[in-house]
């Protein structure tokens, strides 16, 4: 009995060192996490290059606009975008133009041409990050990598959030109706479509449709008469880079579709030619693209 007093009095020690302990060790670690976050903010670079429309985008939405010192002849949008200093085209940036941007981070995508400039850059001892965005998967991958290399995690954060509740909402609307059968022209002559193995094809279907071309070697296959014919397309979509006058447009369409009017679209006139600018790359528009596919699908979830 004698015993037992002591060892309680140990037991009480121990355990209060330990909350005292825990609490300090809580206070360091929040500290550390806040100096760390002081830091990557300090450290965020204040002259950034961006290679391509989607990029810029991106930076744009993130809240980056006064810290973009050059973009490609092809970035437009937001319309801020095409006032910042040209650094080339898209698919042949000029190197030296970026030098003379006195970047501190340039942004390109993964293809052959802005990949080898990358490294090019980074050989002379410039900060390079390099992004793949080719699945919708890889665009939320993209702008949480743009948001940790800007100082700007909780805004990425929050940007695909948003973008992921408006599919999300899209979704329920469409339901799990009969998918639509959609033949999405790239070109007219030759005759080039979006293949299954492409980001097209990902907003197709999260708009409730489904690719008219089967399976193919190449992501934007040409196709013949006999295959437009075969594809059964239920709606036909084209993308326009010149928005000024879709109407005019969509008459030609007409025209140029009528040869197949035994195709469900022609013969039902579900022809439609929409902006390309917003569902030519993945992008913060992702949603705004999709609905305009979905749009074509289903107008009738559109009425009101």
């Avoid at 929040?30 to 930076?59: D, F, G, H, W, Y």
């Avoid at 810290?67 to 949008?77: E, R, S, W």
């Avoid at 002379?124 to 699945?135: A, D, P, Q, S």
């Avoid at 609905?291 to 289903?298: F, K, N, S």
Wanted: proline share 6%; charged share 20%.
């Amino acid at each position: 009995m004698i015993l037992k007093k002591p060892w309680t009095l140990l037991i009480i020690a121990v355990a209060f060192l330990f909350c005292v302990f825990g609490l300090y060790w809580r206070a360091v670690s929040q500290r550390t996490l806040q100096l760390a976050r002081t830091l990557r903010t300090k450290n965020s670079p204040e002259r950034i290059v961006s290679l391509a429309p989607n990029l810029t985008e991106i930076l744009f939405a993130l809240g980056l606009e006064d810290k973009i010192v050059a973009v490609t002849l092809h970035c437009n949008y937001p319309p801020a975008a095409a006032g910042k200093p040209k650094i080339g085209t898209f698919w042949q940036p000029n190197i030296e133009a970026v030098i003379a941007a006195k970047p501190t981070l340039v942004i390109t995508l993964s293809f052959e041409q802005q990949k080898n400039l990358a490294e090019r850059l980074r050989r002379i001892g410039y900060n390079c990050l390099t992004i793949n965005i080719e699945k919708v998967s890889e665009l939320f991958e993209a702008i949480d990598r743009i948001g940790t290399a800007t100082g700007k995690q909780r805004e990425a954060n929050q940007l695909v959030s948003a973008i992921q509740k408006k599919l999300n909402r899209l979704a329920s609307l469409v339901g799990t109706r009969d998918k639509v059968r959609v033949l999405w022209v790239v070109q007219r002559e030759p005759l080039r479509v979006a293949g299954r193995d492409t980001f097209v094809n990902e907003m197709i279907e999260l708009a409730g449709g489904e690719n008219a071309i089967g399976p193919t070697v190449y992501k934007y296959p040409p196709i013949g008469a006999e295959q437009v014919i075969a594809s059964g397309a239920e709606v036909i979509i084209e993308p326009s880079m010149t928005p000024e006058d879709l109407v005019a447009q969509r008459d030609k369409a007409f025209q140029y579709w009528n040869r197949f009017e035994n195709v469900p679209a022609v013969f039902n006139k579900r022809i439609y030619v929409i902006n390309g600018d917003i569902v030519s790359g993945l992008g913060p528009r992702l949603y705004e693209g999709v609905e305009t596919i979905t749009r074509c699908l289903r107008p009738e979830l559109f009425a009101d």
